[in-house]
């Protein structure tokens, strides 16, 4: 690590360093600094990596259910002053050796992130991020394409007038999805005085009313450095970040005032009941199909240790089948599986714990609501013995030192987790010093006393409280189709020709530009002599037992080992092949070597970070029709407990136990309910598992472990 950061009140350029802390529990250093004469906030966390992260932010809180600030991060990578190209990303994307290139909007921000191993590469995306965000072209016809508007099915009938737009479309495809309305309507109904109530991505009925002005002057307003929270993470020297940031952007700005903080929502004087409908077609079930959702406002986002603290109690509750609410729940045959979104919330700035079912009857609300009551005044009589609450601290401790890739690089999975304290409360570091609140937490959780007060306090007591009910509704896609209609009648009555010609003028302006050949020659491009030759090498080494072969890796993993097993399935017979996901989703949630579900589910929580089941399929690049069929085997632990997880492992492969037919039922009920809940947001991908499946023969057996023929499956055997 480089020893040589600068320290605080080192003036770097037009930057000065506030802080600068060292955090051995993830090898890294953070080092904040502003931006003087904007006000530009700064976060660098130096070390060793060399996937390194850019990332810009603006606190964006949405006025109402536009999608304003949705459509505003689809239209500013439309071209910018410096890159005038239609689409500089996906231009990038045959230009760059990216390993993350996204933007992405959330209830209260817009972030715009970036990683790449290499230097050039990083510093191109950088600059076309920045021209992006603070340059935008910003042209009506880019709004007309992102957001919304006006359109003839039939160009020769006046009457067949229609809404179109990438955002208009994307957010009737999720307004669509079950799961993702339960959380939109959750957040309506918690937060009916703040941002965090409307829909940030945009309601398809009110898009239409976003003007163009509006987006420019909302752009204008928060898309300021004043506005901005800027991260840089990995080993290039921060000095070069400072640089370029400050020549290609903040420097053609002075400080400007920015109303964009978010105030505490203001507390219900009584828990509140609210019912909202998803639609569903006239041919599709409707029993065992609504939701229902309890949620609890809990403590503002500034107080790291009662975040983290909050946490743990949800972990304790409801994090594993073991848990008291999680087990009431499951086990009372009220639901087929806990609701989306249980869990805690953490990164708004007032924080929520929610907690239900899904796959259950509007009637069941009320027994629903009453368990979980009476369960927590069960567990605040009783509290929760030692061994699980070290466990969820154990929980705790490998959740946040461990290194992860599979989503996000490593670094822009830091920033997500401290973004919202740094957006909120400027203290961007206190959520990365893992030793000291695991310590804080440790010595308070000593006390028998600290969770039942919790409960009492954040959960019973609390009057902000709010029961969902989603139920299935025939004629809700009906309802929005005649407000519609009515909205579309109500616009067709007010054209005249001259305003229907000028919509096929727009129609048409925008096809012809978006077939238009493309001079991307502005943009940046890496030349060969940009590129490593060589590949970078993992170094492993290779043992031999018997006829297996291990592979062993050494890598800085913050303390963690990780096990994989690969189990050939080729000689599985063909007729219990389809039953092989099931197979890998049980196993880890029955009985074994004598153990209950119960039990196994407390050893895996007291010393693993999970064991999960799965299937992979090795496709032969040489030849289209030959493939090998695994099953994998993945778990991870703490270094001290590589013993007890082999152990685990050991009981769980060697002696399962499927004789609790009961535990069978609920879990594989679990996975018909998740996967067809799936369906409506990756119907997509569905489809095309299911057109390739006639292409290879890994193609098939993909379609039947992972497409519709494995939901059919599943609903056979459920």
């Not at 051995?24 to 966390?45: C, V």
């Not at 809990?298 to 743990?312: K, L, N, S, V």
């Amino acid at each position: 690590m480089n020893n040589n950061l600068p320290q605080p009140g080192t003036r770097l350029g037009s930057f000065l360093v506030q802080e600068k802390l060292p955090v051995p529990e993830l090898n890294l250093t953070a080092i904040t600094l502003s931006h003087e004469p904007t006000g530009a906030r700064l976060l660098h966390l130096a070390c060793d990596d060399p996937n390194n992260v850019f990332a810009i932010g603006f606190r964006t809180p949405p006025p109402d259910s536009t999608g304003i600030a949705h459509i505003l991060e689809h239209t500013v990578l439309c071209g910018s002053q410096k890159y005038p190209v239609r689409d500089p990303f996906f231009a990038m994307l045959k230009r760059s050796l990216n390993t993350f290139m996204n933007a992405m909007t959330a209830a209260d921000w817009t972030l715009y992130p970036a990683a790449s191993m290499n230097r050039k590469d990083f510093y191109n995306l950088l600059g076309i991020y920045l021209d992006a965000t603070f340059f935008p072209l910003l042209r009506e016809q880019d709004f007309l394409q992102e957001g919304h508007r006006l359109d003839f099915a039939d160009a020769n009938d006046p009457e067949s007038l229609m809404i179109k737009g990438v955002v208009f479309n994307e957010m009737k495809g999720a307004m669509a999805d079950p799961s993702s309305l339960l959380g939109r309507r959750l957040n309506a109904a918690l937060f009916p005085t703040n941002c965090y109530g409307q829909n940030s991505g945009g309601e398809p009925l009110v898009i239409p009313e976003l003007t163009w002005e509006e987006l420019r002057a909302f752009h204008k307003s928060y898309y300021h450095p004043s506005n901005s929270w800027i991260f840089t993470y990995g080993n290039l020297p921060l000095e070069g970040h400072l640089q370029q940031i400050d020549e290609l952007a903040l420097s053609r700005f002075d400080r400007q005032e920015v109303a964009s903080e978010i105030p505490l929502e203001k507390r219900l004087a009584e828990p509140i009941r609210t019912t909202q409908t998803f639609p569903v077609g006239p041919d599709d079930e409707l029993q065992q199909c609504s939701m229902v959702q309890v949620a609890w406002l809990t403590c503002p986002i500034e107080d790291t240790f009662e975040r983290a603290a909050t946490g743990i109690l949800s972990n304790l509750l409801m994090g594993n089948p073991a848990a008291p609410l999680y087990q009431a729940l499951i086990e009372s045959g009220l639901g087929r599986n806990l609701s989306p979104g249980t869990g805690y919330h953490d990164d708004s700035r007032d924080t929520f714990l929610s907690v239900g079912l899904q796959g259950t009857e509007p009637e069941k609300l009320p027994e629903i609501e009453a368990l979980i009551l009476a369960t927590l005044e069960r567990v605040e009589k009783d509290s929760f013995p030692q061994e699980r609450i070290d466990a969820a601290l154990h929980q705790y401790e490998l959740a946040n030192r461990e290194v992860t890739g599979d989503q996000y690089p490593y670094g822009l999975g830091l920033l997500m987790r401290l973004f919202g304290p740094w957006l909120h409360v400027e203290d961007p570091i206190s959520t990365l010093l893992i030793g000291q609140n695991l310590d804080r937490l440790r010595s308070a959780t000593a006390d028998p006393e600290f969770f039942p007060q919790m409960i009492r306090q954040r959960l019973l007591n609390n009057p902000h409280r709010v029961t969902l009910l989603l139920r299935p509704d025939i004629e809700h896609s009906q309802r929005e189709e005649q407000a519609f209609a009515k909205h579309l009648d109500a616009i067709r009555q007010g054209l005249n020709d001259a305003a229907i010609t000028q919509i096929k003028e727009n129609v048409a302006e925008l096809q012809r530009s978006q077939e238009a050949p493309e001079d991307t020659s502005c943009l940046p491009i890496l030349e060969l002599t940009d590129i490593e030759v060589e590949e970078q090498v993992t170094p492993f080494r290779t043992e031999k037992t018997a006829d297996c072969e291990t592979f062993w890796f050494t890598q800085p993993t913050n303390g963690i080992t990780y096990l994989n097993l690969q189990f050939n399935m080729d000689g599985l017979e063909d007729s219990l092949r389809p039953y092989l996901p099931i197979f890998c989703t049980l196993l880890p949630q029955i009985g074994a070597a004598g153990h209950d579900y119960l039990t196994m589910s407390r050893r895996i929580t007291a010393a693993t970070g999970g064991i999960r089941l799965g299937t992979n399929l090795l496709e032969s690049p040489l030849d289209l029709d030959r493939m090998r069929p695994f099953l994998e085997v993945k778990g991870k632990a703490l270094d001290h407990n590589q013993t007890t997880l082999c152990e685990i492992l050991g009981d769980m492969l060697t002696a399962p136990d499927f004789n609790d037919l009961n535990r069978l039922r609920t879990v594989i009920g679990q996975v018909r309910t998740s996967i067809e809940n799936s369906i409506p947001g990756a119907g997509h991908s569905f489809a095309a598992r299911a057109a390739a499946a006639s292409l290879t023969p890994t193609a098939a057996l993909r379609e039947a472990w992972s497409g519709m023929t494995q939901a059919q499956t599943i609903q056979h055997v459920s």
